[in-house]
């Protein structure tokens, strides 16, 4: 069956380093894969989309890497601050279009 | 600009009862889309509607029913509410279709429990 696969353990870091965050999938060949934040007691924001056919996708301080070899798309936040702390969730388009499944996300703590 | 909409906020309902979530985007966005979040279980589709007037079956569309009223609107039904529907339910809306697609804009949510 289609797997999304997320850390479920709560990733700390400090403040101003670097925070990574991975996705993994099986059983899927996405056309699309996305990533939102979600703050307690809020519905997701959609950040970040990238192709089949990128590999890298940039805005701001995010970056997102997408390699359907390795069935792997990683999440990462450059200087992370204290407001940056909140839930992602990796999604994965079909190519019909019509269906976005989303993983059960990671919980990111950043640290003054 | 409200985005989506979603009413109620809170619910509480006892097993066997009927109610609707309401849901609506002004975005002008074609598709529309419902998920339930349980935790440990992540966002699972329920029902989408592509354009006006079409609605199809997600992944967990058993116990519910779903309304596509117009462009704006889409409605989520429950006609006899049972304790494995408790749960926090997200509408979402999007543009896109034939090979453009965008990210989903979410509501912020109805926090449903049965008893």
């Known amino acids: 069956s289609q797997k999304i696969e997320q850390n479920s353990e709560a990733l700390n870091i400090q403040e101003g380093k670097t925070a990574t965050l991975t996705c993994n999938y099986t059983?899927?060949?996405?056309?699309?894969l996305q990533w939102y934040r979600q703050d307690p007691g809020r519905g997701p924001v959609f950040l970040l989309l990238?192709?089949?056919?990128?590999k890298e996708k940039r805005k701001e301080r995010l970056k997102v890497t997408f390699d359907t070899t390795l069935k792997q798309s990683l999440f990462h936040i450059t200087a992370s601050q204290p407001a940056d702390s909140a839930t992602y969730l990796c999604?994965?388009?079909?190519?019909?279009?019509?269906?976005?499944?989303f993983g059960g996300g990671t919980r990111l703590m950043v640290k003054p | 600009n409200a985005g989506v909409t979603q009413t109620p906020k809170f619910q509480v309902l006892k097993t066997g009862q009927s109610m609707t979530l309401q849901c609506a985007q002004d975005?002008?966005?074609?598709?529309m889309y419902w998920y339930r979040q349980d935790p440990g279980m992540g966002l699972r589709l329920i029902y989408y509607?592509?354009?006006?007037?079409?609605?199809d079956k997600g992944e967990v569309p058993n116990g519910y029913n779903v309304s596509r009223l117009n462009k704006r609107e889409f409605s989520l039904r429950l006609e006899s509410a049972a304790p494995s529907q408790t749960s926090v339910y997200f509408c979402?809306?999007?543009?896109?279709?034939?090979?453009?697609?965008?990210?989903?804009?979410f509501g912020s949510g109805t926090r449903l429990t049965v008893v």
């Open positions: 999604a994965l388009l079909n190519n019909a279009g019509n269906m976005l499944t």
């Open positions: 509607s592509a354009s006006e007037g079409t609605t």
């Open positions: 975005m002008n966005h074609n598709s």
């Open positions: 990238i192709r089949e056919n990128e």
């Open positions: 979402a809306s999007s543009e896109g279709g034939g090979q453009r697609y965008y990210g989903y804009t």
């Open positions: 059983n899927y060949s996405p056309a699309y």
